[in-house]
């Protein structure tokens, strides 16, 4: 079998190329055998999402954030996957706006419950570009 490194990065090509199904097969293999990687189970979450299966994405992507709570990547997915699931209130929960990705997302948040004027404050006079 090949390695988890070599399955996660075969993985993320796929998910780059619009491939969630052929990217979701790779990272439950990497967690069969590693249930301790933590990017498995975060970028599983993200292959779900973007095939509309939003419960599950939540739930894999919460595996890999209580596997390390400090990281910043789990939070802004899992916001990001709540934002996609038509869940704008619940994402801001996620979120803190010291990151620029963040910070965008919290505005789009807030702009869906109807907050512009925070969330114009918030994102000043431009946009990153966003990770995903």
């Known amino acids: 079998m090949p390695s988890a490194w070599w399955l996660s990065r075969k993985a993320q090509r796929y998910l ?28 599983s979450g993200v292959a779900l999402a973007e095939m509309g299966r939003f419960k599950e994405a939540r739930e894999r992507v919460q595996k890999g954030i209580a596997l390390d709570p400090a990281a ?3 939070p ?3 916001a990001r ?3 996609d ?10 979120l803190r706006d010291d990151h620029a ?11 869906r419950l109807g907050q512009i004027s925070p ?3 918030l994102v000043g006079p431009g946009l990153p570009h966003a990770p995903w």
Do not use: C, N, Y
């Open 16 to 43: 780059e190329r619009g491939a969630p199904r052929k990217a979701l097969s790779l990272f439950d293999q990497v967690v069969a055998v590693h249930p301790r990687d933590r990017g498995a189970w975060l970028w």
């Open 72 to 74: 910043a990547a789990g």
């Open 76 to 78: 802004l997915l899992l």
């Open 81 to 83: 996957i709540l934002f």
């Open 85 to 94: 699931a038509g869940q704008p209130a619940e994402a801001r929960r996620h």
């Open 101 to 111: 990705h963040a910070r965008t997302l919290l505005a789009a948040s807030l702009v």
């Open 119 to 121: 969330a114009a404050e």
